[in-house]
């Protein structure tokens, strides 16, 4: 069910590509009137598309219970909630458990207070004053050195989807830190990266070309515009085993994403799950 979101996501923006998704967006908007619905003006941190919008959250809904345990006792940390994508599924879900969104993009995290925290109080979003080259150029504390607004030990899962692909070396190395801080023990971390595998092997066969190709080589990284570093960042799998290592979080595995064009994967980004342990 995953597979056509995962492969419009990853496919590059063609004509044909963007008639498909004007019909699904018609038919999902039929099939789920209900559903809160973010104005596709404002969408522009994934694909401006309701059928993507909702193929991905449930997506995740499922990455969320078989990799990170999520069950409705969970309490959640959601870094770079952006419109929810990840978080409405959640809506009803949550027993016992807790979510808190966060995110520097204040008119998101006031759509998400209007939209999903009306419809379940459980689910608490909360605007973060940091800078991003990309998505808050104008914040005013830096990535590398801000503090999350958690207490220590308090989360069973920290989630940063598509976030560390938009975020420099030394802002990463301090967000993990903050979630090894912000977690369990036991807890899970459940984030996202452009990841080149220190083994090409790990990829299995590829069937497409790939929708990023990274041209532009930084200190320590890759990036796809030469204009603005934080627009997609690429890393190696050395350097982000390495940043999990220092910040006491253990690596369990990584999904590979589909956005190389290999024809095995789970999502379109290489998911990588960590524990504290
Ligand atoms: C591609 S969007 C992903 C949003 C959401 N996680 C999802 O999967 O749909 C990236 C999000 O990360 C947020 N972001 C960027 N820099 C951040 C930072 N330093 N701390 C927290 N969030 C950040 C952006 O504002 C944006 O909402």
Known sequence: MNRYSTFLESSRPTRLARLA?????????LRHPRQPWPPLTMMYEGPSSRWVYHRNGL????????????????RIFDIGCGLGRKTWPLAGYLETGE????????EAVEWCRRSLSSRD?????????????????NGSHDAAAITLPADD?????VMANSVFTHMLPGEIANYLGECS??????????CTFFMSPDSPAALGPISA???????YERDGYRVQHDNCDEHVVNYRESDVREMCDSAGIRLLDIKWGSWRGNARY???QDIVLGEKP
């Open 209 to 215: 070309s790939p929708r990023y190709t990274f041209p």
């Open 121 to 137: 109080r459980k689910l608490k979003f909360r605007h973060i004053d940091v800078q991003n080259g990309y998505y808050a150029p």
């Open 181 to 190: 801080r912000i977690l369990a023990p036991g807890g899970r971390l459940l």
């Open 266 to 268: 789970l999502d379109f």
């Open 21 to 29: 998704l004007k019909v699904a967006d018609g038919y999902i908007s």
């Open 99 to 106: 979510y808190l969104g966060v995110d520097p993009r204040e």
């Open 153 to 157: 030990d308090r989360y069973d899962i």
């Open 59 to 74: 997506a995740y809904l499922d990455h969320l219970k078989e990799l990170a345990g999520l069950t409705p006792a969970s």
